[in-house]
C-alpha cells in the first residue's frame, strides 16, 4: 500500500505517483483507441430488457465517457429521449 509523506512541502515518498492536472475534459473524438460504447466489451451488442421503459432520466456529462455509454444504453431502452446543452 501507498503512503504519501510530506503533502505540505509537495514531496510524495514510495511509489505513490505525483497527481496530474488536466485543462478541462478531454475529446471522445480525439482517443486513440477509440472508445466503444454501444457494444459489451465481448463485442457483442446489447439488446434491451424493457427495465426502463417509460421511465425518465437526467443524464449529466452524456458527451463522453461513462455518460454517453449511459445515455446510449439509456436511450436504446427507452421510446422517449431528449436533450438539453447546458453549458456551466
Given amino acids: 500500500m501507498s503512503t504519501i509523506h510530506g503533502k505540505a512541502e509537495g514531496t510524495y ?3 505513490a505517483p505525483k497527481p496530474q492536472y488536466h485543462e478541462g475534459t ?23 430488457a424493457g427495465k426502463l421503459q417509460g421511465k425518465k432520466a437526467i443524464i449529466t456529462g452524456g ?6 455509454a449511459v ?18
Fill in 13 to 15: 515518498l514510495g511509489d
Fill in 26 to 48: 478531454g475529446q471522445q473524438h480525439q482517443m486513440d483507441p477509440q472508445p466503444v460504447d454501444d457494444h459489451f466489451h465481448d463485442g457483442s451488442e446489447y439488446k434491451p
Fill in 63 to 68: 458527451d463522453s465517457g461513462i455518460g454517453r
Fill in 71 to 88: 445515455a446510449l444504453l439509456f436511450g436504446k431502452n427507452t421510446s422517449y429521449f431528449t436533450e438539453r446543452r447546458i453549458e456551466s
